[in-house]
């Protein structure tokens, strides 16, 4: 035996080829599995807006419909208007642009919008409506949005006196 080695098969030392495969993969799967058990893990939350081609902005942020006084001893309607204007940015020559409004702070629901007597749980319902209430603009050109409300003599004529508010939130859309 002087100096000689001997080569060994795997048979020679007892192992087969599928139990050495088997031995890799379980090593394979320790390997892999060490870096996470023994090291640190972080998210990255990945991110992107899209912005529109049309960007529209109200040009004050606040304006005020009054129906003044309503008289229960006249038996009509009673109409108001406001207006504010508005224009439209971006990179598209011409902007289609869209008016919503959130009901105000006291509807009995979907469209339904009341205003609520100061002093008392009593409602008086009102309708909006809005001039126009979408359409296109060419960009940089201030236009004007006409807000028209309607209190109809069947809702004041018995309700409680004094003052009623509410509070509307008119979105432009984009």
């Known amino acids: 035996m002087g100096g000689r080695v001997a080569a060994h098969s795997c048979s020679a030392v007892g192992m087969r080829p599928a139990a050495?495969?088997?031995?890799?993969?379980?090593?394979?799967?320790?390997?892999?599995?060490?870096?996470?058990?023994?090291?640190?893990?972080?998210?990255?939350?990945?991110?992107?807006?899209?912005?529109?081609?049309?960007?529209?902005?109200?040009?004050?942020n606040t304006s005020t419909?009054?129906?003044?006084s309503l008289d229960p001893a006249v038996s009509a309607d009673v109409n108001a208007t406001a207006s504010v204007d508005f224009v439209c940015r971006g990179s598209a020559p011409i902007a289609a642009f869209l008016f919503t409004d959130d009901d105000g702070q006291n509807p009995s629901g979907p469209g339904a919008r009341r205003m609520r007597h100061a002093a008392?749980?009593?409602?008086?319902?009102?309708?909006?409506?809005?001039?126009p209430a979408?359409?296109?603009v060419p960009k940089n050109v201030h236009r004007t949005l006409t807000i028209s409300g309607t209190v109809r003599w069947s809702d004041f004529r018995g309700a409680m006196a004094g003052a009623y508010t509410d509070s509307v939130i008119v979105s432009i859309l984009p």
């Open 134 to 136: 979408s359409g296109t």
């Open 120 to 131: 008392a749980p009593e409602f008086l319902p009102y309708g909006l409506a809005f001039s």
């Open 20 to 60: 050495i495969a088997a031995a890799l993969a379980v090593l394979a799967f320790l390997a892999a599995a060490v870096p996470a058990s023994f090291g640190d893990t972080g998210t990255l939350a990945v991110t992107a807006t899209v912005l529109s081609k049309s960007n529209c902005k109200f040009d004050t």
């Open 65 to 68: 419909l009054n129906f003044g």
